[in-house]
């Protein structure tokens, strides 16, 4: 009933110091931008490290057949011996939501030879026309092209070119077991380097396309080891897992389905520890500004004494007196998170758009064995905005919680004694 | 020495403004006020017993540290008394627990301070409304009765003013209006007029005077000021906690 009055008093008791009023509310709203920023911030990192981590090659989820994994043998194809009916499936995990691309992959192990120098690869059969959805290593070519379905052509990493010695246009050998028991080789040209900046990929990969390396293993057209999916948001990724697991399973097709962080779990273990880091920050900057807006609230209500004991004398309860000063720290919360917020979004934008080349900082650098660009591109979130702003707002509480609570202790009698 | 208090129910001072001649509007029994402190408590109200019938309009005097504003505490349920017992509105204030003070200050009991004490954040119009505001009054009726009353008073036009831009002697009259519009039963006020100078201090006793007259409100007032306790129906002398008189002077306060 008389509640309006007590959000009155509130409103104009901040009036009262404008000074220190704005000085509470720019920290509140400072704390917001850092806590928002820096975990933007952090969640771009990890975004970039899940992105470099699994679209350079893997994808965010795999199709295996069971037990393929870990021997990663030639003849555990998807659909046994006989292999599967691609397209219809691929069709049906291409349309499942949240999916940008289902690619199909061979793999083997042999030897590229050129001249006297050789070197151990994993061959990776891709279709040049469904991989480039899921990955990226096609097309972090650094000179040359892609191989062409139907050539003998072979696509290799800038650490193999150079431990051979070769380019695009050179010829090599490759020789691997196929899978009737004899050894496949043949003479290929190498259409093209990649460069990935992850020294590992860039010494074993060799690339070629599906057919080519199908008949090279001599496994027919319908067998293929992996198909890989890649996912407009990675965190979706167990969730298109289970989609995919029905779609095989409807399909008759025996599978192994795991999403990256089975695969990655590095990364993943890296993403769990940021974003608990991220609470954690937001947690630190928000329980500094209590302590200051607590304390300036005290000030305040100190100053107020002789207002509180007034109001107690003209028939105010204990809650009456509580509720204007914990009002108070609410409405300069709200008006520090609305600054804050109208503060923040910019950046957020201005950041997530044009990151800043950090490069002259540090070159592409890799954490947890995935590659992270030199940019530092903020992730926008609902998360981290909506847990900061209620955390804005607590804090306002909290902080006006214990000048409340003084306020309340204030003896009416106080009003009649002599100043 | 308690020997005074006979004059509290002197028949011959009628009072056609209250319910009745004999309502009572306070009443003190044995109330004690000790404040413990070093090096030794003080005895601020000793033994005090008193009665003020409702309408009157009660000066309290005395030298400073006497006991006054001690006094003008217990019986506003702003202070809890060592011993003894004080009813306000038929209610005893030792038996109410905070919440029951609370409400009954907000019904019953209204306050003038020495120091004015109005909110400054507030203008003179929500200061006078405030005890209204708490209670819930709809907004046209609040302001209605303050309106009226600073008209009554000589407030107005200064509605709208915060009570840095207001006189003195009007932040005291504000303040007058905030003690009397909730209609209480009893307007205590410690040396209303101490801040005041006297042609202003004259003009709100002449406010006083007035709204007790014509709505019957009960005054119990403190003051040091011979020409305020002139004007009194009922002058209390107090002396170290206790009363050493209580006289009614001849002819005030009657219907005569
Ligand atoms: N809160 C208090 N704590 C301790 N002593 C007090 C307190 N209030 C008043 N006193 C003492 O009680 C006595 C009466 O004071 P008071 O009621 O203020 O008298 P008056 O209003 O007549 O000057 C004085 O001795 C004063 O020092
Ligand atoms: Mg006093």
Redesign the interface.
């Given at each position: 009933?008389?509640g309006?009055?007590w959000w009155?008093?509130a409103w104009?008791?901040l009036?009262?110091n404008r000074k220190r009023t704005l000085i509470t509310g720019a920290a509140l709203a400072f704390g917001y931008l850092a806590a928002v920023v820096i975990v933007g911030v952090s969640d771009g990192i990890v975004a970039e490290m899940i992105d470099n981590g699994t679209s350079l090659l893997q994808g965010q989820v795999q199709v295996h057949a069971p037990g393929y994994l870990p021997e990663r043998s030639l003849y555990a194809t998807l659909g046994g011996d006989s292999g599967m009916a691609l397209s219809p499936v691929l069709e049906r995990l291409r349309e499942l939501p949240g999916v940008t691309g289902a690619a199909p992959r061979v793999l083997g192990g042999g030897l590229v030879s050129a001249g006297s120098q050789t070197s151990g690869a994993v061959l990776m059969g891709e279709d040049p026309a469904l991989e480039p959805r899921v990955s990226r290593l096609m097309a972090a070519i650094a000179t040359g092209r892609a191989p062409e379905e139907g050539t003998r052509q072979v696509l290799i990493g800038s650490e193999m070119a150079r431990k051979l010695g070769v380019g695009p246009g050179s010829e090599v050998v490759l020789v691997a077991p196929a899978a009737d028991g004899s050894l496949g080789n043949d003479l290929f040209t190498v259409s093209g380097v990649y460069r990935t900046g992850v020294r590992e990929l860039d010494a074993a990969y060799a690339l070629l396309p599906i057919g080519t390396l199908q008949s090279l293993l001599a496994l027919a057209p319908g067998r293929v080891h992996e198909i890989a999916l890649g996912l407009s948001d990675p965190w979706t990724a167990a969730a298109v897992a289970d989609s995919a697991r029905a779609v095989l399973a409807a399909a008759g097709v025996p599978a192994d389905v795991r999403s990256w962080p089975r695969f990655r779990p590095e990364i993943a273990d890296y993403a769990r520890l940021a974003r608990a880091s991220n609470w954690i920050l937001i947690a630190i900057v928000f329980a500094m500004a209590v302590f200051g807006v607590a304390n300036t609230m005290l000030m305040a209500t100190f100053e107020r004494r002789?207002?509180f004991a007034?109001?107690?004398?003209?028939?105010?309860?204990?809650s009456?007196v509580a509720r204007t000063v914990v009002y108070e720290g609410l409405i300069l919360g709200a008006f520090a998170l609305v600054a804050g917020a109208l503060l923040t979004a910019p950046i957020l934008v201005w950041w997530h758009r044009s990151p800043p080349d950090m490069s002259f900082l540090y070159g592409g650098f890799t954490m947890a064995g995935a590659l992270v660009r030199p940019v530092l591109r903020v992730q926008y979130s609902l998360e981290a905005p909506l847990l900061a702003a209620a955390a804005l707002l607590v804090t306002a509480v909290l902080a006006a919680a214990y000048p409340a609570w003084r306020a309340t202790r204030v003896?009416?009698?106080d009003?009649?004694?002599?100043? | 020495m308690r020997g005074s208090d006979t004059h509290v129910t002197d028949p011959t001072a009628g009072d056609r403004t209250t319910p009745g001649p004999s309502a009572t509007a306070v009443r003190t029994e044995g109330l004690w006020k000790i404040y413990e402190q070093e090096p030794a408590p003080v005895e601020a109200v000793r033994d005090l017993s008193m009665e003020v019938r409702a309408g009157d309009f009660v000066a309290m005097a005395g030298p400073s540290g006497s006991g006054k504003?001690t006094l003008?505490?217990l019986l506003?349920g702003?202070?809890a008394p060592t011993r003894g017992r004080v009813w306000v509105a038929g209610r005893d204030l030792t038996e109410l627990s905070?919440?029951e003070l609370?409400?009954?200050?907000?019904?019953h009991?209204g306050?003038v301070?020495?120091?004015y004490?109005l909110?400054?954040?507030?203008s003179a119009m929500?200061n006078a409304e405030?005890?209204l505001?708490?209670?819930?009054l709809p907004t046209a009726e609040r302001r209605e009765r303050v309106r009226t009353l600073f008209r009554e008073i000589g407030l107005d036009g200064l509605e709208d003013r915060r009570p840095g831009r207001l006189s003195g002697g009007q932040q005291q009259r504000v303040a007058v209006a905030?003690a009397v519009v909730g209609e209480p039963a009893l307007i205590l006020a410690?040396e209303p007029t101490a801040n005041l100078d006297s042609a202003t201090g004259d003009a709100l006793l002449g406010v006083m005077e007035r709204l007790n007259h014509e709505r019957g409100v009960t005054f119990i007032f403190s003051t040091h000021d011979p020409r305020v306790m002139e004007r009194a129906h009922r002058l209390v002398h107090l002396v170290d906690g206790r009363i050493e008189s209580d006289v009614r002077p001849s002819g005030r306060g009657s219907t005569a």
């Open positions: 009933m008389s309006r009055v009155r008093l104009r008791n009036g009262r002789r207002e007034v109001v107690r004398a003209l028939g105010t309860t204990r009456g003896p009416p009698a009003a009649l004694s002599d100043r | 504003t003008l505490n506003g702003l202070t905070g919440r609370a409400r009954l200050r907000l019904e009991i306050f301070f020495q120091a004490n909110l400054p954040v507030l929500e405030f005890t505001l708490l209670r819930g905030r410690d």
